[in-house]
């Protein structure tokens, strides 16, 4: 995913010179086609969050695209108030990009473990969560990213990740899209995709199920989920973060005052998990479904 | 307006603005008031009938809580009409109590401290991607330089030889409770600025030739340091029972302290 990431936004520089990319000192054998493509344009701020996304919001509000880069909690727990204050308050065109969303670095322990970030970013009503399941929707989700001029966070998982999707449209704000049709789905975000065609595949219960992926959501779009909700026997929404403020707790909260409560399930890290190290195969061994 | 009847005006549409609301940090707000007015008649390229023009100079606040100085600056130099300082603080209006990017001429809300330089750094680096020729002056406290985000800007400013950047620390030597010194001892600030790669000045933040002396050296100067100006203040500057007291970093004039502020202010030479 963070190749696909590179390889699209160094396209999209060639063409747009409102474009910068500032890293937090992290990237490496990652962000080279782009520091060495355009070196007017690229940033390293050093191991200081804080100050590059203020530093983020003080050149977007420029006229510049910025992109801010690094991995895990580092560019959003450590600059929190940065990121409400300085990027979301002023409305401006940040996307901040954290590779390593979820277990990715599973084996590095609990401090690299992304898995309440969307609860964080979820609170600032300005920005849109970009949480693509593999590096097909990566390549996707920059029409949005080019198009849209509100702070965005864009949650990579790392590399080597197999491609499940085939678009043949654009990926549009809170719409769902099909990746396998069934009566009942999951509903995945990010990696939620790949842990869905698992569960898929290993439970006769869920043999049946399709596979539909929410890429882009958030508070802007919480309007969208009833209508498609309704359209299912049952919906397992599957993330790879804790439930409490996650994915399956935005979908909970988007359909709150409507009669859909009894189609909507929720698939989520269990937090026994924190405190516990190894790869993410091992890690998912804490997942659990509500269903 | 020349500078000093412009810092005049300015006292005493802020404490008007505070007392109106019983609202506080009146003391930070007349600590800065001689930066402003200097700055404002004298240094900073910006049109009040123009406030986006991509050539102004920026000014960002960081100490967002002085805002009733910089609210009635912006008035009085026409950015919109004096009348609007009234809705201070009151319910919807967009003058808020710490500085907010809504009001004509504001570039960041602040309120938080230690955002300002960061922001501010942003600012200067994309004006000199695009070789546009403006300048960013910052207002930070001297309190407020003990937040860490500060020191991370420093050092990136000095490595990308951003000699756009101008940061002014109103060093007024008092924070939220005590002096700066009893708090978290920040001195030498000289010695940490220049040992980051910075240029520095000093001057007296309420003698207004002093300042412009000051801001012009810090404005033309291009060598690829960022520069920082320390301006000594007194907080409280202009009204005799809030020079230095800690207390009117909250409390707020009512009507005869108001009076006399105001007589004190008028009678100043």
Known sequence: MRNKFIEKLVQKAEIDESIVLIVGDLGYNVIEPFSEKFPNRFFNAGICEQSMASMAAGMASEGHKVFIYSIANFPTFRCAEQIRNDICYHNLDVTIVSVGGGLAYGNLGYSHHAIQDYGLIRLFPEISILSPGDPIEVDKLFEYIMNETTPKYLRLRKSGETNYTNYNENISAGRWNKIIAGKSIFLTTGNGLEIAQRLRLENKKFS????????????KVSNLQVEQIKQ??????????????????WLNESCESNNVKNKL?????????????GSEDYLLENFKIEY | MKSNSLAKQIRIESLKMVNR?????????????????????EILNIDPSN??????????????????????????KGFYNIEDLKTYGKDSSNLMNHVSHKVPGVEFSTGSL????????????????????????????????????????????????????NLIIDYNNLQSLTTVGKTLNILPIKEKFTSFGWEYYECDGHNHNELKLCLTKSYN???????????????????SYMENKVEWHYKSPDENLLRQAIKEIENAK
């Open chain 2, 114 to 165: 230690g955002h300002g330089l960061p922001f501010g750094l942003g600012k200067a680096n994309s004006l000199k991607i695009q070789k546009n020729s403006s300048q960013v002056f910052i207002i930070i406290g001297d309190g407020e330089l003990s937040e860490g985000s500060n020191f991370e800007a420093m050092l990136f400013a000095a490595h990308h030889d951003l000699d756009n950047l």
């Open chain 1, 232 to 249: 299912f026997e049952v919906v397992i929404s599957v993330e790879d973060h804790l439930r409490d403020c996650g994915f399956g707790s």
């Open chain 2, 21 to 41: 609301i019983s609202g506080s940090h009146i003391g930070s707000a007349l600590s800065i008031t001689d930066i402003l007015a200097v700055l404002y008649t």
């Open chain 2, 51 to 76: 406030p986006d023009l991509i050539t102004r100079d920026r000014l960002i606040l960081s100490k967002g809580h002085a805002c009733s100085s910089l609210y009635a600056c912006l008035a009085l």
């Open chain 2, 221 to 239: 100067s291009k060598n690829g340091k960022p520069k920082v100006i320390v301006a000594n203040t007194i907080k409280g500057k202009g009204v």
């Open chain 1, 265 to 277: 399930y929720n698939s989520y890290l269990d937090k026994s998990i924190i405190g516990k190290v």
């Open chain 1, 208 to 219: 049946d199920f399709g596979i539909y992926t929410c890429p882009i959501w958030g508070p």
